[in-house]
């Protein structure tokens, strides 16, 4: 052993079935350090860290922590000796309350004549929760009635709550609203402050520069290289990350904003709740119409009711000219629609790619009107599978093996394939390389070049300002601002009105 | 690249295995059953002919069943059903001694006591499985009731046991079976219904978003599972031409060790497999003959249920390992 | 990948050594089985036995009775069902008997018993009922059939008039208020026995008094209406079902003071305790076990009318002769009908002539009695003769 490091992994291997997701990868992380690990999906970043936190454990390879071998057997042993990790995917059970998440399996503690007393419970729950600055959360509130941000922050106290010497944070962000990243930095500079270790994942660059002293970039399996903080430069861990230059425009780059004029989805002083109020909306053939906002605006339910996945209180909603009632009819109209919760709403991982794909275009492929065969499905699927160039073994591959940009590739690939004329995309960038972003984007292009439509929702206002021809803000479920792309509005002007 | 290959094909022998287990267990139980019906010394022609008979019924219904299962619900009514639907037929015949219409009356039975259960549960928006143990408990009542009240000191209703007898042959049993099982190979394999009651089952909350209806499938779903009890029933009727209040009992959950034991996921979705309810029926029906004719009654009463319990854990822990290799990679 | 395959062929293992061992166990008892031998002539009469009820002490003793006692006596050899459910599991156990060698079917089971002789008749084996007996028209249609060597047990007749005479008990002894257990109605035997508690108290049901008028309306209430009931002895509480009676229900009743608690079934089982410290005498219809044993010597059961174990001694007999070539028909050339009368107990001592005399050592139906009808002479007189003698 020669320094001592809070964290260090040597010569780790792993491998599932076919797939080498780490090879002979060593990591080393110091106390009063927040490291970065960064790297194009499937990677290897998330497996390396579910192995330091017990999730997983390595084929080869040894770890120590603070330089006494380390070889957790779950994530709960992992947790109570030190370390702690925050998952990519909800770790919270719904339903229970959240003071129950919070103190999952040990509310004992809390017994009084073998009953627990759900008032120490909560109260404890909740000074955690004001401990993260998540004081907004009502500890005694079923889990199930919160947001996913909010769920999101329950995990985090789960964690903060055994004051880990090492935290790892695993694409939390995306899930979060800048006051939630927000929180999250202040736990991150705080554990830097004291001397403790941070290692966070994010397909945010700009974000991971921002916070990390160091980064250190995974490509298949391997390190490919670390910066320390005076050597960042953002062009430079792009390419270490794809391993070639990014050929090709990343966002388009025109200025103009010209669509047809026929109105192909339309909302008609819709009123739902407090989400929509008396909103008007309009898409037009040929137009990328980009919708931001803050998390609670309204726009990720103006998505679902543009698929006719809510019902208006008041209003209706117009495709092509015709009122739209559910999803099927939305489908008919040849509408399709990405949810923001990819592996929840818009996936079914225990399914292989041909079944999420196809099952989406059966009528594309029936012989007859009932008949599917598989030799005509097999040959749809594979050509989504290669219009996307989605990284997999086979058709036959379940998706939930597949890292989060390929698995967002094959919900393209359901609504693509056939060949939807008009897509709803609810941050469909989310928890994405910068390699698939790109492939994303430009497809979205071509779309609109085909006289496709799209209404992109999003969180990320470059990402709007990059691919819109017109930028609708919402605030409190009402149309706050709208900016044309020929008017070069900048993130600037577009924030004010979000706040 | 030479190793990934390598690789990639052990991965694939391995899916072809996890994908075989169950026929090859079938195939293992029935060696084991012939050995253990040779060890003894008895019949072996009559043992198969009688396992035949015991698990038609258990295959047919069951059969049916996984279109409701692949939906990642659960009918524990089936049984009930069963009962009903034979209490009518009895019921009908001897009224107007007509076996056409008997069946008629048998078949719309069956359906109609499996579609009011997916109806109950949309209406009243509960979970289907709590309107099966409703509906369960309705049916066996209703049917306990006509039976012990119309059979009187005799326990039972029945009809003439000619009607029937000519049809408790081998021949006619497989071709029913064998017809009953190809459309529905059909419908669950070809055609957009069944790709859908996997998918809804795989994820409910996906498929409305990818416009799949789920009342309309439940209910088709559950059309069929009834078609499947009315054809159980007849059979039932075959085998035996009277019904008593314990008639088909034990089918309901019969079928679900069934379903398991042929390879299918209890929580439905893309892996459901219309197969499982013919290999795992036979392979139940097999075992659980194999091990009456190992210990006979005498070793104890409930030694046999035990060691099925223990092979249901065994493969339901199998199955789990399978599903656990996969969640990992991301 | 290795170590997945391993694990996976490690469960395939150890299913089939599971399946080998215990298929070698099978074989070993079987083996066993096949050397026994008490010195009779000829290969082993191997006898199947259909039971519904496997856990009872009544049902204990029955198969303790003919693998204890008949089985080391004579160069016979006994095959229980596990518990038969219905009809299909029935016939599906005769034909499993049928093609193990079994040249004889005793039943104690009733789901259907004109599919059983029929299933007997096509598999050529003989076929006997034990406990209970066919409904009439039944047993016209049936009595002709050649495999169908006859009945030897209680009729419907007789379990009504066990119950009535179990009423008249106590109505003699003064009983103006009762309460009774239906058991497990509609099982026939319990509705019949409670149609005759009810004909012994005095009572009408529904206007009825007669034993198919008040049984026929039993069956389609499922139960006993009380408010049906009409006679000089008030019936203050009925209950029925395995173990469905609350404490709540118990109580109710008791605060209504009867002076007696009729059983049709199992009433020491489900009541004794509560009956005991209520202090309210009870009557059961059951067995001889050392459970009622107790009840009636240090409870309040006051009156029992029971089968012993042994009491299917003569159906085994008229079995073996009929596999023997003895067939032995009635008068009028049928199969065999002979009712067997329910031993009934009123005190300890009484009660001890049936549980503690008759055991797998020395039965009632030794085999000294028995072999008075186990015999190529033995007829109908003499077998009647022996059954109703004891």
């Not at chain 1, 898409?283 to 679902?304: A, D, F, N, P, W």
């Not at chain 1, 996945?309 to 008919?332: D, F, I, T």
């Not at chain 3, 598999?123 to 209970?132: I, N, S």
Request: contains cysteine; charged residues 20%.
């Amino acid at each position: 052993m020669s320094k001592e490091f809070m964290i260090e992994a040597k010569k780790m291997h792993k491998s599932f079935g076919s797939t080498v997701a780490l090879d002979n990868v060593n990591v080393k992380v110091s106390g009063g350090e927040i490291r970065g690990l960064i790297g194009e999906n499937g990677s290897g970043k998330s497996t390396v860290t579910s192995i330091i936190a017990g999730m997983q454990r390595a084929n080869e390879g040894e770890m120590f922590f603070k330089g006494k071998p380390w070889n957790p057997g779950s994530m709960i042993e992992s947790l109570e000796n030190g370390v702690g990790m925050i998952v990519q995917e909800s770790g919270t059970v719904p339903g229970i309350s959240v003071a129950e998440n919070i103190f999952l399996g040990e509310t004992a503690q809390f017994r009084r004549g073998g009953i627990v007393s759900r008032k120490r419970l909560i109260k404890a729950a909740q000074e955690v929760l004001n401990s993260i600055g998540a004081s907004y959360i009502k500890a005694e509130t079923l889990t199930a009635d919160i947001d996913m941000q909010s769920r999101k922050l329950v995990e985090i106290a789960k964690v903060m709550r055994k004051n880990p010497e090492v935290l790892i944070v695993d694409e939390t962000t995306t899930a979060l609203s800048q006051d939630g990243r927000e929180i999250i930095y202040k736990i991150m500079n705080q554990m830097k402050a004291e001397n403790k270790a941070v290692i966070f994942i994010s397909h945010d660059l700009e974000e991971i520069m921002n916070v990390c002293d160091a980064l250190t970039v995974l490509r298949d399996g391997k390190i490919i290289v670390t910066f320390d903080k005076d050597e960042f430069d953002e062009d430079v861990i792009k390419t270490s990350m794809i391993g070639r230059e990014l050929q090709g425009e990343y966002y388009r780059s025109d200025l103009d904003d010209s669509y047809d004029n026929e109105v192909v989805l339309e909302i008609v002083k819709g009123e739902l709740d407090d989400q929509l109020r008396e909103f008007d909306f309009q898409l037009h053939k040929g137009e990328i119409l980009g919708v931001g906002g803050l998390s609670y605006c309204g726009m990720h339910t103006l998505g679902k009711v543009l698929f006719g996945a809510e019902r208006l209180n008041a209003g209706e909603v117009l495709a092509h000219g015709k009122p739209l009632k559910n999803e099927k009819e939305a489908m008919n109209h040849g509408i399709g629609y990405v949810s923001k919760d990819r592996d929840y709403e818009s996936l079914s991982l225990n399914a292989s790619i041909k079944d999420n794909i196809s099952i989406g275009g059966l009528e594309c492929f029936a012989t007859g009107k009932f008949l599917l065969l598989s030799g005509k499905e097999n040959r749809y699927v594979d050509e989504q599978i290669k219009k996307l160039s989605i990284k997999c073994q086979d058709r036959n591959q379940y998706v939930m093996t597949l890292s989060g940009g390929n698995k967002q590739k094959v919900v393209f690939g359901k609504w693509i394939g056939r060949d939807s004329e008009i897509l709803i995309l609810d941050c469909p960038t989310r928890g994405v390389d910068i390699g698939v972003k790109q492939a994303m984007y430009q497809l979205m292009y071509q779309m609109k070049k085909e006289g496709k439509s799209i209404v992109i929702i999003s969180e990320e206002m470059t990402e709007l300002l990059g691919m819109a021809d017109r930028i609708l803000i919402m605030k409190d479920g009402k149309k706050a601002a709208e900016f044309m792309r020929s008017d070069k509005p900048q993130e600037a002007d577009i924030i004010k009105y979000m706040i | 690249m030479v190793k990934n290959q390598r690789k990639l094909n052990k991965y694939k022998i391995q899916q072809m295995i996890v994908q075989f287990l169950p026929l090859v267990a079938l195939v293992v139980l029935f060696l084991v059953f012939c050995a253990v019906v040779q060890t003894k010394g008895y019949r072996l022609d009559m043992y198969l002919k009688i396992v035949f008979n015991e698990g038609i019924v258990l295959a047919v219904v069951a059969t049916g069943a996984i279109f409701i299962y692949s939906l990642g619900s659960f009918d524990i009514s089936l049984g009930a059903a069963t009962l009903f639907s034979a209490t009518m037929g009895v019921l009908n015949y001897n009224a107007f001694e007509n076996v056409p219409l008997m069946i008629v009356v048998i078949g719309v039975s069956g359906i109609g006591c499996s579609l009011l259960s997916s109806i109950l549960a949309s209406i009243f928006h509960i979970p289907v499985f709590v309107a099966t143990v409703a509906m369960m408990s309705v049916l066996s009542a209703v049917s306990a009731q006509i039976i012990t009240s119309r059979g009187g000191a005799l326990g039972g209703i029945s009809i003439p046991s000619n009607v029937l007898k000519s049809l408790d042959v081998p021949a006619f049993k497989i071709v029913t079976l064998a017809v009953f099982f190809l459309l529905c190979l059909y419908v669950f394999n070809f055609t957009k219904i069944g790709r859908r009651e996997k998918f809804i089952g795989g994820n409910p909350v996906c498929a409305k978003l990818t416009g799949i209806n789920y009342n309309k499938h439940a209910i088709i779903g559950f059309c069929i599972a009834g078609l499947s009890v009315g054809l159980g029933a007849f059979l039932t009727l075959v085998y035996t031409p009277s019904v008593t209040a314990t008639t088909a009992s034990s089918l309901g959950m019969n079928i679900l060790v069934a379903i398991v034991f042929g390879g299918m996921p209890i929580s439905g979705g893309a892996d459901s497999k219309i197969f499982s309810a013919i290999i795992g029926g036979f392979s139940y029906i097999l075992l659980d003959n194999a091990l009456e004719l190992i210990f006979d009654s005498s070793s104890g009463y409930g030694i046999t249920q035990i060691i099925s319990a223990v092979f249901f854990l065994l493969v339901v822990y199998a199955a789990s390992m399978n599903y656990r290799t996969k969640t990992l990679p991301r | 990948m290795k170590k997945k395959l391993m694990k996976w062929l490690n469960v395939g293992l150890v299913s089939v050594l599971l399946v080998s061992m215990l298929a070698g166990c099978g074989k070993k008892s079987d083996e066993g089985s096949e050397t026994k031998s008490d010195g009779g002539k000829g290969e082993t009469v191997k006898i199947g036995v259909l039971v519904a009820d496997v856990s009872s002490e009544n049902a204990m003793a029955f198969s303790a009775y003919y693998n204890d006692y008949v089985a080391k006596e004579y160069n016979v050899e006994f095959q229980f069902t596990d518990a038969l459910e219905d009809a299909a599991s029935e016939k599906a156990a005769i034909e499993k008997f049928a093609s193990q060698g079994c040249q004889g079917i005793i039943s104690m089971s009733s789901s259907d018993r004109a599919l059983q002789i029929e299933t007997c008749e096509e598999y050529e084996v003989y076929y006997a009922v034990a406990t209970g007996m066919l409904d009439d028209a039944q047993y016209e249609e049936y009595k002709s059939n050649e495999f169908f060597v006859g009945q030897i047990g209680a009729s419907m007749t007789a379990e009504y008039e066990t119950g009535l005479d179990m009423a008249k008990y106590f109505v003699e002894k003064g009983a103006k208020k009762v309460a009774i257990y239906g058991a497990f109605i509609p099982n026939p035997m319990h509705v019949y026995r409670t149609a005759g508690v009810l004909a012994g108290l005095g009572c009408t049901y529904g206007g009825a008094s007669d034993q198919e008028g008040i049984a026929g309306q039993i069956f389609g209430d499922q139960g006993v209406d009380l408010s049906k009931v009409a006679g000089d002895v008030e019936v203050v509480a009925y209950f029925q079902g395995y173990g469905d009676t609350t404490a709540d229900e118990f109580n109710a009743a008791s605060q209504a003071a009867p002076d007696a608690f009729i059983s049709v079934g199992m009433g020491t089982t489900f009541f004794a305790q509560q009956l005991n410290t209520a202090e309210i005498p009870f009557g059961d219809i059951d067995s001889f076990t050392s459970s009622n044993s107790e009840a009636m010597k240090n409870g309040k059961l006051e009156y029992i009318a029971a089968v012993y174990g042994s009491s299917i001694g003569p159906v085994f007999a008229v079995m073996l002769d009929a596999i023997n070539g003895n067939v032995i028909r009635d008068e009028e050339g049928n199969a065999l009908s002979i009712n067997q009368a329910y031993a009934v107990a009123t005190n300890g001592d009484e009660f001890d002539e049936y549980f503690l005399k008759d055991n797998s050592d020395s039965p009632i139906f030794d085999k000294e009695t028995l072999d008075a009808i186990v015999s190529d002479t033995a007829n109908f007189e003499d077998v009647k003769s022996l059954v109703e003698a004891h």
